[in-house]
């Protein structure tokens, strides 16, 4: 099994910067996309960015240019740096992956959220 653990959230003003992290445990054969997915109060979680395991990205519209997803393999952590932020950002933050397991079987597993908050 996998667990995800994410940190880094809080509170900030807008225009300020956070930085999330993300890291992986347990036993797994890979480790392939990583993804941040984010949930506001009365909305549908939604995706924020992904990357793969061989480093390909892809971002929601509202944070192209302000966010950057990056990971770190060796680590099996993920991070979403987040700048220029906005109070429509404020929401509670996941952490996704999709495993292969030692089996040859995919998982899909979830961060327990941090939550993500922007003053205006």
């Known amino acids: 099994q996998v667990q995800l653990v994410e940190s880094g959230g809080g509170c900030v003003q807008a225009g300020g910067s956070l930085r999330l992290s993300c890291a992986a445990s347990?036993?797994?054969?890979?480790?392939?996309?990583m993804r941040w997915y984010r949930q506001a109060p009365g909305k549908q979680r939604e995706l924020v960015a992904g990357?793969?395991?061989?480093?390909?990205?892809n971002y929601a519209d509202d944070v192209k240019g302000r966010f950057t997803i990056s990971r770190d393999s060796a680590k099996n952590t993920v991070y979403l740096q987040m700048n220029s932020l906005k109070s429509e950002d404020t929401a509670v933050y996941y952490c996704?992956?999709?495993?292969?397991?030692?089996?040859?079987?995919?998982?899909?597993?979830w961060g327990q959220g941090t939550q993500v908050t922007v003053s205006s």
């Open positions: 996704n992956a999709d495993v292969t397991l030692w089996g040859g079987n995919r998982g899909d597993y």
């Open positions: 347990g036993s797994s054969r890979n480790i392939n996309a």
């Open positions: 990357i793969t395991s061989g480093g390909s990205t």
